[in-house]
């Protein structure tokens, strides 16, 4: 695990640990505001097969910020992912990604 | 998204932190001094100030005290490096030796303890460790703790393998090719102190070799023929260089042996022999590993500067991949480390450095059937190996990358799929930049040719990783007629003319509901009112479902979610029994594929990606899929490396599902076993009854459901080669009647994705070998196509 914690995260400092354990959900970071669901639909298949991403968007706007979530079948596959993508670039950014807990409605804000 | 959220830890924790290690100060307990001494064995031999020699010395003298106390714990953590660090195996066999020559009973404790886990690690399928404990054994005898004669015994007992009686070739081969890959380490002192028996060995290996089959090595080639290097047969290959070797008088410059330093310690030393070892007989249990075909790309011209590359035919060549090899499989979850291990090799002044990574490499990223790591890796350690040699490696990788795109028309289809996806993920990450202009053979030649096939696949991969215009800037302007059209949705209601279309006006209604947000009960109304045409696009005599229907319901559903994925999984989400509701049957399923393939025709990632959606909502099967792929509505994009993923990722969410069902199953069965919430007293009986029975009907209901996924897996099997027996047949067939060579670039295509299907599939197609031989690849067969399927028992034979 990495030292990013969501500080938003609504319970003890436990269970969150014990929670990204177990985890295959990742939060992305650094994208760049025009790169797209299917961008990242590509790139992060190439880990395993995504059950569903989530664009982080803007409160006001509702467009697209610089954050994503991305939730794997399996925690392997998220592994994968923290190994062999997190660092490379996507849009020419290096992009970023750490484990979450998984994604909860209205995080995306 | 603010930089508060990723804050570190606050002092609660270091509270925590500080109470752990007050606590460990207060007992220096075992675990403590187990893990000093892990650590400690574990880090012998890495990059220090002091020589490799010095440390081994003080380490076996630390060793050495903690011998009365931790004899056990030390065994088995040298035992763990023999197999887990199998890259510095002569550093640990130096380590055991030296310890060998202070305390003779740590020799023989360690030798039982390491020949008990080889005969574990071959009972448990682990071959590769296996081998290594073989290799570790050889080496001991250098190190004066094992003696020459019993290391022949074990040889010659695996040598005697190969006269077994009604075994897979398979078998034979592994216990050949542990002896083989050992000798380079110890064939000096077999040949010194045991030379005719050494002999005797040699040529028993060479009569095996001499009667071995080799149908499988086409199978396995990642370039056919040989031009312009022969890959060859592993075995094979060894065999030629362990010859050469043993001309050489078994001289190699590659090993590190570390030992020489000591030979007046270890001379000293009294040896052990091993206990007899005689290998587990075979069973069914027992899965041997496949054969293989040595990659080569480069040879000693490609390499002008520096040290020269090794011959192809030299034992530096295969001793120096095979520890390339095992520094990648020892470092691979963290890439930045891998590198750093891989570019600090010992051997480098030796050998062109550079070259032998990438080739490697690319040898493991092309394996057939399958790489050893997950293709992204390659990707992500080339881009380490950039970075740490940013004034050479990238030089290397791009004249590489040159030779492979010559190669093309000889490589292997399924190769080529792994080469199109790294070039274009790695372009991603250097803007796109490449001399595309030393290309340009491939423009004005037969696109279905695999170079200008090439462009097209990886040029369409750029753009998912891109967008259009942005590919469309990044070639030259010829370069025009091969780049991707704009992945936009084509929308048969919207175009000009559309009104004199029979689904018009229910098109219209319906893009208005939707838009309005009706509810599905609304939308099923309207479509009633589609009439059911007989004629529409051709189809004749069609009772079974309302092809308009699905056409106009698909068609305005998709557009309206057009803009995006989610949009698009969100519009199947809400419309999901309408959806159930049209796709009654097969046909109907296919035809609801075959809507979505005419909208999205420039955006094969969207048809990829839904047909994902449908399957795991159940809308559409996966023989359904199969079906649609072979129909003639696809035969234009039958090429296309989109069409191969969708089914490749169908088959495999197929196989997931039996597998679901399967843990399903087995995991009511464990619960049904121990009924541990129930009360077991009197009164209670009758509710531990009722449970009982409840739990043997879930039981019956899950070994139903499995059988029935079992049975569908069969089944797309079944439809896959069926569908490519037929469509293989047919084109030889039109092809005779019209007098023409049937080896078209689109027949060769064709064949190889057969021949692909057996390859990524290989342990669930296994299965269904005997049922395949009697329906499909029967003796009515055409040879040509039958081939594939001969090369493809020939693995597990």
């Known amino acids: 695990l990495s030292a990013y914690r969501d500080q938003h995260f609504g319970g003890s400092m436990d269970n969150q640990e014990r929670k990204l354990k177990e985890a295959s959900t990742l939060y992305i970071g650094n994208l760049s505001f025009f790169t797209t669901e299917e961008q990242i639909y590509e790139v992060f298949s190439k880990c395993g097969s995504i059950k569903r991403v989530v664009m982080g968007l803007d409160k006001i706007k509702r467009t697209p910020c610089g954050f994503c979530f991305v939730e794997y079948y399996d925690r392997e596959e998220a592994a994968n992912c923290m190994r062999y993508v997190s660092g490379t670039r996507l849009d020419d950014r290096i992009i970023r990604t750490d484990w979450d807990v998984g994604f909860k409605e209205g995080r995306q804000y | 998204m603010s930089g508060s959220r990723r804050r570190k830890y606050r002092d609660d924790d270091e509270d925590m932190d500080t109470s752990h290690r007050s606590s460990k100060r207060r007992r220096p307990d075992n675990a403590q001094i187990e893990e000093r001494l892990e650590s400690l064995i574990t880090r012998v031999g890495e990059k220090s100030t002091s020589s490799l020699e010095s440390n081994l010395e003080g380490l076996s003298g630390v060793l050495e005290a903690d011998l009365p106390n931790y004899k056990g714990k030390i065994i088995k953590i040298l035992c763990d490096c023999a197999v887990a660090l199998p890259e510095k195996i002569t550093v640990y066999t130096t380590l055991v030796g030296l310890l060998n020559a202070k305390n003779f009973g740590f020799g023989d404790d360690f030798i039982i303890v390491l020949s008990k886990s080889m005969r574990e690690f071959m009972k448990a399928n682990e071959w590769s460790k296996a081998r290594f404990v073989v290799r570790f054994f050889a080496d001991l005898v250098n190190c004066h703790v094992i003696d020459v004669a019993s290391l022949l015994s074990l040889y010659e007992n695996f040598v005697a393998v190969s006269e077994e009686p009604d075994i897979p070739q398979v078998r034979s081969d592994w216990f050949i090719y542990s002896v083989l890959s050992s000798l380079p380490w110890v064939g000096c002192s077999l040949d010194e102190k045991k030379g005719e028996e050494l002999t005797k060995l040699m040529k028993s290996i060479e009569d095996y070799l001499g009667k071995r089959k080799k149908d499988h090595v086409p199978f396995l080639r990642v370039w056919h023929g040989e031009n312009p290097h022969e890959q060859q047969d592993y075995l094979e290959n060894l065999w030629q260089q362990i010859a050469k070797l043993r ?99 010992h051997a480098k002044k030796q050998i062109p450095l550079n070259y032998v990574i990438v080739e490697v490499m690319f040898g493991q990223l092309f394996n057939l059937p399958q790489s050893p ?257 072979f129909s003639s509505f696809m035969s234009s994009s039958f090429t296309r490396m989109f069409v191969w993923e969708i089914l490749h990722s169908t088959i495999n969410t197929m196989n997931k599902h039996v597998k679901g069902c399967e843990t399903e199953l087995e995991e009511a069965r464990q619960s049904a076993k121990r009924p541990d919430d129930v009360d077991m007293e009197s009164d209670e009986e009758d509710r531990y009854d009722i449970t009982k029975a409840a739990s043997e009907s879930k039981i019956e209901q899950l070994q139903e459901k499995l059988e029935g996924a079992q049975s569908e897996e069969k089944k797309l099997f079944l439809i896959i080669f069926q569908r490519f027996v037929m469509v293989l047949g047919e084109h030889m067939v039109s092809c005779e009647n019209k007098g023409e060579e049937f080896r078209t670039p689109w027949f060769i295509h064709a064949i190889q994705r057969l021949q692909q299907i057996f390859l990524v599939h290989y342990h669930q197609v296994v299965k269904y070998t005997t049922t395949l031989e009697n329906l499909v690849f029967t003796s009515d067969t055409d040879p040509t196509i039958l081939e594939v399927f001969t090369a493809f028992r020939s693995l597990h034979s």
């Open chain 2, 247 to 345: 001309r050489d008088e078994w001289v190699e410059k590659i090993i590190m042996r570390p030992y020489m330093a000591f030979h007046s310690i270890l001379s000293e030393s009294s040896v052990h022999s091993l206990p007899p070892f005689t290998p587990p007989p075979h069973n069914l249990e027992l899965n041997y590993p496949i054969p293989k075909v040595v990659f080569r790309m480069f040879d000693p011209t490609d390499a002008p500067d520096g040290p020269p590359m090794p011959g192809p035919l030299s034992i530096e060549r295969y001793l120096v991949e095979d520890q390339i090899s095992s520094l990648i499989s020892t470092y691979f979850r963290d890439r930045k480390d891998c590198a750093a291990q891989l570019l600090n090799y």
């Open chain 2, 373 to 629: 790591q997950i293709h992204v890796f390659y990707m992500a350690l080339f881009l380490e190996l950039c970075k740490l040699q940013p004034g050479s490696l990238p030089q290397v990788l791009a004249q590489a990358s040159e030779m492979l795109y010559e190669r093309l028309e000889h490589m292997n289809l399924h190769s080529s799929d792994r080469f199109v996806n790294w070039f274009a993920h790695h372009l991603s990450n250097f803007q796109f930049r490449w001399s595309w202009e030393e290309w340009t053979d491939c423009l004005n030649v037969d696109v279905d040719l695999p170079k200008p096939k090439f462009v097209i696949e990886v040029l369409a991969k750029c753009l998912r990783l891109s967008y259009h215009q942005r590919i469309v800037e990044s070639v030259p302007e010829t370069f025009a007629p091969l780049v991707p059209n704009p992945p936009e949705p084509i929308y048969k209601y919207g175009e000009e003319g559309a009104e004199s279309l029979p689904g018009y006006a229910i098109a219209q209604t319906l893009c208005d509901l939707i838009k309005k947000k009706g509810s599905i009960e609304v939308v099923l109304e309207v479509l009633k009112d589609a009439p059911n045409p007989k004629d529409v696009d051709g189809m004749e005599d069609e009772t079974s479902f309302n092809a308009l229907k699905i056409d106009v319901f698909v068609q305005v559903l998709l557009y309206l979610g057009s803009k995006s994925f989610s949009h698009s999984f969100g519009a199947l989400a809400k419309f999901l029994p309408v959806l159930k509701e049209l796709a009654v049957n097969e046909e109907s399923q296919i035809y609801i594929l075959r809507v979505i393939k005419d909208l999205w025709r420039n955006h094969s990632q969207r048809i990829a990606v839904l047909v994902d959606k449908l399957l795991r909502v159940r809308v559409i099967s996966c023989p359904a899929v199969a079906n649609w792929l």
